[in-house]
């Protein structure tokens, strides 16, 4: 059974920092790239920040210079490092572990954990 479960959300004032992390089970974790996603409310899923299995990494331009994507492959987690955070970072992050092989893709999701940006 394919788990993961992140963690880290929470109540943070505008410039302020937040480490979330996503803690994966049930698959062959340096095999897939992982990334993060948001929803603030009444919008669609975005991308955040998305890390290859070789460690590459690719962000979006509302967070670049701000987050820090990284992945530690012995510990099955990835983290998404949020500096200078802004009310507009408000959102659920949800954590992301997608792979395409022999044909198939496989993607899964975690719960999503909450990230509130106010002062």
């Known amino acids: 059974q394919v788990q993961l479960v992140e963690s880290g959300g929470g109540l943070v004032q505008p410039g302020g920092s937040l480490r979330l992390s996503c803690a994966a089970s049930?698959?062959?974790?340096?095999?897939?790239?992982m990334g993060w996603y948001r929803q603030a409310p009444g919008k669609q899923r975005e991308l955040v920040a998305t890390?290859?299995?070789?460690?590459?990494?690719n962000y979006a331009d509302s967070v670049k210079g701000r987050f820090t994507i990284s992945r530690d492959n012995a510990k099955n987690t990835e983290y998404l490092q949020m500096n200078s955070l802004k009310p507009e970072d408000t959102a659920v992050y949800y954590c992301?572990?997608?792979?395409?092989?022999?044909?198939?893709?496989?993607?899964?999701w975690g719960q999503g954990t909450q990230v509130t940006v106010s002062s």
């Open positions: 992301n572990a997608d792979r395409f092989t022999g044909g198939i893709r496989y993607e899964y």
């Open positions: 890390i290859t299995s070789g460690g590459a990494t």
């Open positions: 049930g698959i062959i974790f340096g095999a897939y790239a």
